[in-house]
């Protein structure tokens, strides 16, 4: 048996941003043409008319104040209001995995390896490009990895799943090492004509490398122990798939056909799940809140990341205990927490203990101890 470590970690972060101020004058433009559009069904009381957002709607609701995207131009059109990503062919690289690749290319300087090194790819991720050939394994062709890859889909889970999938098959001796990818490509799937959700998602991609601990080639995170749980739960989700054709309402523009959330149960609903969950994993480990030096939470709502922290540290955490990258990425998805850790964990001291917590539609929660070894 070996001890995996995470020895490398790497962000692609896209060029264009949109702050909050941009996106509101957009959706407000959107709302207006609405309401000019209906006018007479609004007076007649056949329809509630779009209310504005604000800058200070979303930083209350989120503690976002902007987010890089891939595309910014479609989505603040008000006839448009999502991407535009132009038609590649099937012989160019797919928008994800060029996103992947540039993470994965970081992750692996850090670590100190090369393609030749790694025997696994996983594309853990909240939406795929596509439903095959697998994102991984163009990925891994891009790379020049040989051994295998493949997709993994848990939500906003999905990296510390990915995570665990590795840190498994390290420990047993099946690999050597593992390079997890994570793009996430959220503005894609964000419904931004929605006031309750227009602001919360943005695009990144995340990659970290495993392998045994043994192998490592310089500072690391000794993988303690690693955790997943999931309970199903509507109150997330998207119903777009490769069926909806088949369907008689299967309409390419119907609302569930993007994210759809019941925000305030999944805060009430996930909140206590996360605690308990994290709370449980440390007690199993010997480990208390006061063992933390660092929590890198997935990246969904500040008062959500900070109520949990409270619960699981005993105390409102310091900002450096619980690092927060919301206000510049908003949501990331799967990403969010990795980049929390990857921004956040150099300054770490030998001995030190933290922990990576993602969690999301399912319900879905992945927890991940490490150890500093510098």
Known sequence: ?????????????????????????????????????????????????????????????????????????????????HPLFRQRSDDEPSLMAEMALDAAK???????????????????????????????????????????????????????????????????????????????????????????????????????????????SGPFFEILSTRCATLFSNNIRNNNGFLRRSRPDGVADRRDMQFMQNGRKVFKEVVPMVSAHIADHMADKGLEGADLTRMWLHQANKSMNDLIGKKVMGRVPDPQEQPNILQEYANTSSAGSIIAFSQNSEDMAEGDIGLICSFGAGYSVGSVLLRRHA
């Open 1 to 81: 048996m070996h001890t995996p470590a995470i020895t490398g970690s790497g962000v692609f972060t896209p060029d264009e941003i949109i702050t909050n101020a941009e996106l509101v004058e957009a959706y407000n433009a959107y709302a207006d043409r609405v309401n000019a559009e209906n006018a007479t069904t609004i007076a007649a009381g056949g329809m509630e008319p779009l209310a504005h957002s604000s800058d200070e709607f979303i930083v209350k609701a989120s503690g976002i104040e902007r987010r890089h995207v891939m595309n910014k131009s479609g989505i603040l059109d008000p006839s448009v209001m």
């Open 106 to 216: 970081k992750a692996l300087a850090q670590a100190g390896k090369q393609p030749e090194d790694i025997d696994l790819v996983i594309c853990a991720a909240s939406n795929m490009e596509r439903a095959y050939p697998a994102m991984a394994i163009e990925i891994q062709d891009l790379l020049g990895i040989e051994g295998f890859a493949f997709d993994m889909n848990v939500a906003c889970s999905s990296a510390t799943f990915g995570i665990q999938a590795a840190a498994d098959m390290v420990r047993s001796g099946s690999i050597r090492a593992a390079l997890v990818v994570n793009p996430e490509i959220c503005s894609g799937h964000l419904e931004w004509r929605d006031r309750d959700c227009h602001f919360i998602f943005g695009d990144v991609a995340t990659a970290t490398v495993i392998e045994r601990m043994e192998d490592a």
